[in-house]
């Protein structure tokens, strides 16, 4: 799969991800469906875990290729 398939996949299946939250969250599921609706986001999850990793990986290296520098851990709550 092409990197803009993968951006496209992976902004597809969060867009999936994120209504199923919200059909989840109103209760307005039945037991059945609330469950299927889990599974699904689940795999979906996953799915967008995975492309995520796979583009960290490739920072890292381009990192490590330029100049030695690597990956430093981000800390949203420290001002610098």
Known sequence: M???NSVRHFEDNLNELDILINQLESN???L???LK???KGVKLSQ???SVLTQAEQKVQI???KQDGEHLEIFDPESNS
């Open 2 to 4: 092409s990197r803009k």
């Open 28 to 30: 307005q599921l039945s």
């Open 32 to 34: 059945e469906d609330a």
């Open 37 to 39: 609706a889990f599974e």
């Open 47 to 49: 799915d967008c875990q």
């Open 62 to 64: 381009l990192l490590e």
